[in-house]
């Protein structure tokens, strides 16, 4: 596994026209890997966007390293980095506790009577966007927990929440609930956990959905 990031080149307008949707943003990834492109190969790349110190960046999971003048053509020349996800994964151990960052689509199923699929629907509040993580932490291999005894301190939280545009066709396209988590947890299951790392969590992880990383506390 492999764990890269490129700095968005935000004062380049010309250069990133195309990224107007999560769409563009999709391809640019899929873009990353012309070699499975060539063998007619879509595995799943976990990615998404981050803000750090008034800078975007586009962070990204992958089996096989990304080409990197592939990676860099929408970014800031020089800031790729590709580096070897494998050893951290491997040092991982179960109890160890971590400080987190999440980015996904919390969803949930409606369904009416007399109806065979339910509607997927997402969850407006920042209170139900909280309990979505919160139900799956167990089952994703994680305990979700408080820094230390205050009970002011929340395991985690929201920080930040908007409606990305998603353009699927020529003349249509949606707005998919994006939330950005962050908080501390604890490692339950470790085989699971690492799972959780490198598949994702919840929806529309082509989209910039489901990218969970962690840091060792303090």
């Known amino acids: 596994m492999y764990l890269s990031r490129v700095e968005v080149d935000r004062q380049n307008r010309y250069k990133i026209r195309d990224l107007t949707h999560l769409g563009a943003y999709h391809n640019w990834v899929e873009q990353s890997f012309p070699r499975e492109v060539a063998a007619g190969k879509r595995p799943r790349h976990l990615w998404r966007l981050d803000r750090l110190a008034g800078k975007e960046y586009l962070l990204l999971v992958s089996e096989a390293a990304p ?114 988590f962050e908080g501390f947890l604890k490692i339950t ?11 994702g969590l919840g929806r529309e992880k082509a989209f910039g959905m489901g990218l969970m990383t962690v840091v060792p506390e303090g």
Do not use: C
Not at 79 to 93: A, G, P, W
Not at 124 to 144: N, P, S, Y
Not at 189 to 199: E, G, H, I, S
């Open 67 to 180: 080409d990197k003048a592939k990676l860099e053509r929408y970014g800031v020349l020089g800031t790729v980095e590709i580096k070897s996800y494998d050893d951290f994964l491997q040092q991982l151990q179960p109890g160890q506790v971590l400080q987190f960052r999440l980015t996904a689509n919390p969803t949930h199923k409606v369904t009416k009577p007399g109806q065979r699929q339910g509607r997927v629907l997402p969850h407006i509040t920042v209170m139900q966007q909280r309990k979505w993580l919160a139900d799956r932490a167990e089952k994703h291999g994680f305990q979700l927990i408080m820094r230390d005894q205050d009970e002011a301190n929340l395991a985690f939280d929201v920080v930040n929440r908007d409606w990305p545009q998603l353009q699927r066709k020529a003349h249509s396209g949606a707005r998919l609930s994006r939330v950005s």
């Open 189 to 199: 299951d470790l085989a699971q956990f690492q799972q959780t790392l490198t598949r």
